[in-house]
């Protein structure tokens, strides 16, 4: 018992001193799923936060002091709150950066609500995030509710003049995956297409384990669909794209909302030449035209000098705006209470095309920020290219699906 | 069975009578090819559960590591699909035979929830070594003429999914010889029905064990070469089959291979027509319907021997 007495002493006082050292440093919180399933793309959007702090870092840190990046690893719900417990108590970090998960953001944010530390959401698209009436909770990247409404509105600004005809008479349907992500975005955009009188005429959810989804396209083909609105994980799409094909779907136009569509492994098992034409929703991807992004093209190359690969997906550009316009907010503070960074937050106003994703930023009471809106693109030629809006395109809308 | 079908004037006013049974005919061909897809997986399954009385829960992981070593095979040696079938049978059989002479013999008197915890530990380890070495990205082998469909009296077959059916068929048929007409076959069958009296018999009900085992993995080996042409691998791509397996399985009887044939094709087809005719994110809900309703009324399944038939 005195042993152990003795040993748990000496520890205390070890993490007293190695906090005591750390002291010149602002520990700066960084939650995301580096293991499990999420892992791959939760770094890819880590990376995004650690070449921004490195950044302000090298620019001499903030106000003085170097940031120093403390990670928690949230591969689930549960540990995303059991990380976000131990960065607010333990490590006291003043904020915490993540998470691009939804159901992780979901959880956590609750913690540093509770310990009034604020929460800089980079990724995570779910709307409820950022509609409880949380004070500490902040985020810079558009909402599921805004990608639907990009969805719809492409189909009546884009689409159906690319088309020549009156977006009125196209046959429009929904198909989406039934777990929360693709609800979530086809419940949005059933009640945008609602509000804009777009013929609807089916909606089908399937589950995204489906191994066989020729009755979703028998069903499209029944109904003369012309164009389908899809939200998507990998295997579905692969899936969707491949019976398409064998069952002779013919359409004018598909569109997915990221997920999916947006990952070359997508493209590469349904193969460039069957994929060609189709339109993807998404945060902002590398073809996008750098003067509606700049500093784009700065950050792909900080991003090839410090991993040595091109970046794997949008969402370290993501996460690298983000986190430099809070890190931005966090120096022009007083001081790093909650209270302060709050009134600095409240304050910040970027107007549309002058950060490196071509947000804008205005955050509003529940923390939002309302100057954001995904881009249009398109697979063209085995990339995924911008086509709209005009100013960040760097390719024209091409009609049709597949090359032949 | 009866299944559930609507007007068609209800759902599809637009359509002519010709076009939904022609609607119809499609899904009923196209359930037939899924069907035989579950089917070469549940027969698998079932020689394990019918025989060494081991839930494989680790049965779909099995599936995964057979699509991965097809897309090894066809990505570094360039060898079709069909060709590195029998590698990955002779892989699958090697590793369900080490399976369960290292892990499930040892646990043969333990409890039963002992077994299953063993295999689905075995489960969450395998598809996390394949995060591990694969990582999250999906792979698809290249085999586009296998996705060609073939004209069948005006509707459409995919090559892959006639390949498919006739494995299935040559499958069922080739175990129905081996069980009937060799030693070997014989002292599986005495072993299923009385472990005991076959021991004493003669027979080396531990080695009888082993085979069986590998049997069972083999053929989920063959589904993954036949399958990996039509699905891109994951390391979650077992899950995707195997909870319809199980399905299969209980219906066919649990220990009959002609079950589990006739329950994936029913199976398949209820897929299809409940995909089509009522919603496509409901159709497990239909076959889990199907499943409990058989639990409660026909516990021996479609094709079972009956109780006590030990």
Known sequence: MKGLLRAAFAAGLMLSASSAWAQDAIKIGALYPFSGGLALLGDESFRGLEIAIEERNAAGGLNGKKLQIVRGDAVDPNQAVGEARRLTSVEKVPVIFGTYSSSLSVAATQVAELAGIPYFELGAISDPITERNFKNVYRTNPTARVFASEMIDSLIDVIAPALNVDYKTLKVAIIHEDSLYGQTVAGYQTSRAKEKGINLVETLPYSANSVDLTPVILRLKSAGVDVVLQTSYQNDTVLFFRQMKEQGLKLKAVMGAGGGYSLRDTLVAIGAENMEGALNVDFTQYRTNTKAAPGLDEFVKKYQAKYSTAPRSGHSLANYMGAKIFLDAMAAAKDLSSVSIREAIMKVDVPVGATATGWGVKFDEQGQNTRVAPFLMQWQGGELVTVYPPEAAVAKLKLGIGTK | MRLYRPQPSVLHPHLREAETIDVLVQLILNGIMIGSMYAIISVGLTLIFGIVRVVNFAHGEFLMIGMYAAYLLSHYFGLHPYVSALPIIVLLF????????????????????????????????????????????????????????????????????????????????????????????????????????????????ERIYIITFGLGAACVGLASALVVPLYPVTPTIGSYFVLTAFVVVVLGGMRSIYGAFFGAMIIGIVDSLSGYYIAPDLKEVVHFVIFILILIFKPTGLFGFGRGTE
């Open chain 2, 94 to 205: 090697v590793i369900g035979a080490l399976v369960q002479r290292f892990i499930i013999q040892k646990l043969l008197d333990a409890d039963e929830y002992i077994q299953i915890f063993a295999t689905v530990g075995m489960s969450i380890a395998l598809i996390n070594l394949a995060l591990l070495l694969f990582g999250a990205d999906l792979y698809a082998v290249n085999a586009p003429e296998l996705r060609q469909p073939v004209p069948f009296g005006g509707y459409s077959l995919l090559v892959a999914h006639v390949v498919m059916f006739v494995c299935a068929i040559a499958l069922v048929a080739g175990l129905h010889v081996f069980m009937h007409g060799t030693p070997l076959g014989r002292a599986i069958r005495a072993t299923a029905q009385n472990r005991n009296a076959a021991l004493l018999m003669g027979v080396r009900v």
